[in-house]
């Protein structure tokens, strides 16, 4: 007697009797939920994109799985996994660096140099052209020139050359550069451009690891151990670690949110002249591996790892003489607000006031009105808190490994998933930060300046009064609108690209010890032509079979990769984490 496929079985694989309802029907796990099951298990992307592959050698066309890139885990836990991974091996392999990493530049090859030669004839023939009225001549030699620089930047040449038509030079606004009378003065030196740290006692090399934070801005619920005791919180208890209270104001009527906002949306300007004090300070290029994540309160704050030892003391001055002023209008009282908004004016090709028709102010022109007020204050200071956490850490310890981890801790989550709320008082904390930041500029082209009476920066018909699509209005940042791992240039020599490379290579290498043969796009160009596919495409595959696909494939470079290293006897050393670097490879 046949059984229904699809009827359930014991444990034994015999069908199971007796009735079953439509909640255990329903209870049945999908088909596609299991192959994203198994997809994770294996480290696969869940979200693969479809691409069809052309073999141009053999004429194949198949269909592809690429994975999607995902950052966050909430999107595709496999990929943002393999992400945080690729991180923490650039962070280890910059950090205890013992020789300069070489950015010295190759010299220019003649061909460049003849090709730059014909380029500036070129370039002073259309001057002399120019206003002849001859536009057929123009078009010839725009092309010409447009030619040589496509092969200049084959030719390997960075940067790029003057443009035939120079763009209009508007005039910079300046602003005085003298420090605040009342912020501490520091030493500046010519910043030299070694980036190696000291060696002490002949053999140690030291690194630091440090924690910028925001200043406070009113007293919050905290737990601070003091001799190894818990001390007294301002509320009058003693906290536990785990107590959802922790971060949370004690006067949330009295909080300063408006400033909690403001320092949120301009903190990546304080960082970058932090680094900037930092160097002049020292009188050397210091290098950097940092990420900026939200403390409890949703304050950011900022873990780096810095190549080299700098004194402490020398930390603390910095962090107390660095400030960042925003030059922008006066944005404190709202103009407008509900209903009674600025609305688009056709006539007029600006936003007008909704009772008297005038139009508002453009951004220039308040900012002109700002630069003739000479004892005009800047909108917003922002400046970095008193607390400063710094620690030694030596190229191999435990705590270097700990300090990596808990760098890039909360790289798989976004800004509101790092301390989710579990309280009442917590949400209602977070609503009120993100109540402000809605009314709070972002950036000069941010729609939320009409709320103040100003028109922002390019502003079109279609913006919307108070409605902001930048990062820093949205929920999942919380005013943390810029990128959240900061690497600085010379960090490895290696841009995030070459590590990727570098542990495909390896993988590779491995394989090669086996007589397997990997072929990418890098190593033949020309060999493939890719095209992406839309859904509704007829070749267009559903999910499961692509992440069957995904899966096969990653279980076949599994036991490859497997073989080749029992096959190597250590022959190799992995760049970084070996499982980290056969997932990037795959």
């Known amino acids: 007697m046949s059984t229904d496929q699809n009827q359930p079985t014991t444990e034994n694989g015999e069908p199971q009797s007796g009735h079953e309802s439509r ?57 943002a996994e393999k992400a945080k991974k690729l991180r923490m091996a650039q ?61 200049l930047r084959e030719l390997g040449m960075r940067g790029s050359l003057p443009p035939l038509e120079p763009p209009e030079n508007k005039p910079a606004r300046k602003r005085s550069t003298r420090r605040r009378q009342d912020m501490p003065n520091l030493p500046r030196h010519k910043v030299s451009e070694h980036t190696v740290g000291a060696v002490y006692a002949g053999r140690y090399r030291p690194s630091m690891f440090l924690t910028l934070t925001l200043d406070s801005y009113g007293p919050v619920h905290s737990r601070k151990v003091r001799d190894g005791r818990v001390v007294t919180c301002g509320c009058g208890e003693m906290h536990h670690k785990d107590d ?133 204050e800047p909108a917003h200071l922002v400046q970095a808190g008193p607390q400063l956490d710094v620690q030694g850490v030596l190229a191999g310890s435990n705590r270097a490994d700990k300090a990596i981890g808990y760098l890039t801790k909360y790289l798989t989550k976004s800004v509101d998933e790092c301390h989710e709320p579990d309280s009442a008082a917590e949400w209602d904390h977070a609503d009120r930060l993100l109540a402000e930041l809605e009314v709070t500029p972002c950036s000069p082209r941010c729609a939320v300046w009409l709320l103040y009476g100003i028109q922002p920066q390019g502003v079109r018909s279609s913006a919307t009064p108070g409605h902001c699509k930048g990062k820093a209005h949205k929920p999942s940042t919380l005013g ?60 267009m595959p559903p999910r499961d079979a692509l992440l069957l696909h995904a899966v096969s494939e990653r279980m076949r470079w599994r036991a490859e990769y497997e073989q080749a290293k029992a096959a190597a006897n250590g022959d190799l050393e992995p760049p970084g984490d070996e499982t980290s670097a056969m997932e990037v490879a795959a």
């Open 23 to 79: 909640a255990e029907r329903m209870r049945r796990p999908k088909a596609v939920d299991v192959a994203k099951a198994t997809a994770e298990q294996h480290g696969v992307c869940i979200k693969p994109i479809a691409r069809e592959r052309l073999d141009k050698r053999t004429g194949k066309v198949d269909v592809v799985p690429v994975a999607c890139g995902a950052t966050r885990s909430t999107v595709c836990p496999p990929c």
């Open 91 to 151: 962070c280890r392999e910059g950090w205890h660096l013992d020789e300069e990493p070489d950015f010295t530049p190759d010299p220019p090859s003649e061909r460049m140099q003849e090709l730059l030669s014909e380029r500036a004839e070129l370039h002073a023939v259309y001057q002399e052209t120019r206003g002849t009225g001859r536009p057929d001549v123009l078009d010839e030699i725009a092309e010409q020139v447009a030619e040589i620089d496509r092969e």
């Open 244 to 376: 959802p209270r922790l971060g949370i104001p004690l006067d949330p009527e009295n909080y300063d949110y408006r400033r909690a906002a403001r320092d949120a949306v301009h903190f990546p300007k304080l960082v970058d002249r932090f680094w900037q004090n930092l160097r002049r300070c020292v009188g050397w290029d210091v290098q950097y591996f940092a990420t900026v994540e939200p403390q409890k309160r949703g304050a950011p704050h900022m873990h780096a790892a810095i190549r080299g030892a700098i004194p402490r003391e020398t930390l603390r001055q910095v962090v107390a003489a660095t400030y960042h002023q925003v030059w922008w209008p006066p944005h404190d009282e709202l103009l407008y607000s509900g209903e009674s908004v600025p609305v688009w004016s056709i006539d007029a090709d600006a936003f007008v006031d909704p009772n008297t028709r005038e139009p508002l102010p453009t951004w220039d022109e308040a900012l002109d009105e700002l630069d003739e007020n000479d004892e005009q």
């Open 480 to 539: 943390i609108a810029g990128r959240r791992v900061l690497v600085s240039r010379k960090w490895s020599g290696k841009s995030l690209a070459d590590h990727r490379h570098d542990r495909r290579e390896f993988v590779h290498a491995m394989l090669s010890h086996l007589g397997i043969r990997k072929t990418t796009d890098d190593d033949e160009p020309d060999r493939y032509q890719w095209q992406s596919l839309r859904p509704g495409d007829s070749n």
